[in-house]
């Protein structure tokens, strides 16, 4: 592989999927694409998605996908959106839980594409798109519904799908402050919810720094903010791209 790597990297949501190819600098070599994630979305189709927007883009030599859920050494042990059977908030098809369980996306990727391929949890991804490498760093994405990553001094911790957990009365986190609820609330109340999950948090991870992403970010209120404290910033949903690059970093 080149000293100076050009990078497919893909970022998969639950409404959408976006794609460009960066420089070892993280600079844009085309404008990102973006395709509406298709449902019902078994294995093969997310792979095939992903090769028809490869191949609008220029040539690369390495790719990293982010993808919403559990994603341990490149392989889907559950994910949220992708099992159901037209999207977020619908219900799950048994059939596509069976086939994502399991799954080596990576493998997948790479063989289809026949390139290097890398695959982590999108927030991961993101994360490694605006971490400084220095202290606990927290990654937050508020999109579809909630993601996290973990770093210290950099290196990646094991991935936990706080999603998941009740946060009050049983409703997930995923629910709560996710975009259907944002879309009813309304920007300031949602905002609100935010600055409560984020409270909460703060005393489970003592962080020196928590950054919220994802495509819900900017909609946080500057109120609300304000209160949150230096310690929290708001960062470009763009973060999903350009840590394409950063992320192979995390797994030298």
Same mark, same amino acid.
């Given at each position: 592989?080149?000293?100076?790597?050009?990078?497919?990297?893909?970022?998969?949501?639950?409404?959408?999927?976006?794609?460009?190819?960066?420089?070892?600098?993280?600079?844009?070599?085309?404008?990102?694409?973006?395709?509406?994630?298709?449902?019902?979305?078994?294995?093969?189709?997310?792979?095939?998605?992903?090769?028809?927007?490869?191949?609008?883009?220029?040539?690369?030599?390495?790719?990293?996908?982010?993808?919403?859920?559990?994603?341990?050494?490149?392989?889907?042990?559950?994910?949220?959106?992708?099992?159901?059977?037209?999207?977020?908030?619908?219900?799950?098809?048994?059939?596509?839980?069976?086939?994502?369980?399991?799954?080596?996306?990576?493998?997948?990727?790479?063989?289809?594409?026949?390139?290097?391929?890398?695959?982590?949890?999108?927030?991961?991804?993101?994360?490694?798109?605006?971490?400084?490498? =220095?202290?606990?760093? /927290?990654?937050?994405?508020?999109?579809?519904?909630?993601?996290? !990553?973990?770093?210290? %001094? +950099? &290196?990646? @911790?094991?991935?936990?799908?706080?999603?998941?957990?009740?946060?009050?009365?049983?409703?997930?986190?995923?629910?709560?402050?996710?975009?259907?609820?944002?879309?009813?609330?309304?920007?300031?109340?949602?905002?609100?919810?935010?600055?409560?999950?984020?409270?909460?948090?703060?005393?489970?991870?003592?962080?020196?720094?928590?950054?919220?992403?994802?495509?819900?970010?900017?909609?946080?209120?500057?109120? =609300?903010?304000?209160? /949150?404290?230096?310690?929290?910033?708001?960062?470009?949903?763009? !973060?999903?791209?350009? %840590? +394409? &690059?950063? @992320?192979?970093?995390?797994?030298?």
């Amino acid at each position: 592989m080149s000293t100076n790597p050009f990078t497919l990297a893909v970022d998969c949501g639950g409404g959408g999927i976006k794609a460009s190819v960066l420089d070892a600098a993280g600079t844009l070599h085309a404008p990102a694409v973006r395709v509406p994630t298709p449902y019902p979305l078994p294995p093969d189709r997310l792979v095939a998605t992903i090769a028809d927007i490869a191949a609008g883009l220029p040539a690369a030599d390495r790719v990293t996908v982010g993808m919403p859920g559990m994603i341990r050494h490149g392989v889907v042990v559950a994910t949220p959106h992708y099992v159901t059977r037209a999207g977020p908030r619908t219900a799950v098809d048994p059939d596509l839980f069976t086939a994502w369980a399991g799954y080596d996306i990576r493998a997948a990727v790479q063989e289809r594409l026949g390139l290097p391929t890398l695959v982590l949890n999108d927030a991961e991804v993101h994360g490694a798109g605006v971490i400084s490498g =220095t202290g606990i760093e /927290l990654v937050l994405t508020l999109g579809t519904g909630l993601g996290t !990553a973990l770093f210290d %001094g +950099g &290196v990646l @911790a094991p991935h936990l799908e706080l999603s998941h957990a009740p946060v009050r009365w049983g409703t997930t986190y995923d629910a709560y402050i996710g975009q259907v609820e944002r879309a009813r609330l309304g920007d300031g109340l949602w905002s609100r919810r935010v600055r409560r999950v984020v409270e909460g948090f703060r005393p489970v991870f003592v962080w020196d720094r928590l950054y919220l992403g994802g495509g819900n970010a900017r909609q946080v209120t500057p109120a =609300t903010l304000a209160k /949150l404290g230096d310690d929290v910033v708001v960062v470009p949903n763009q !973060a999903g791209i350009v %840590g +394409g &690059v950063r @992320a192979w970093s995390l797994s030298d």
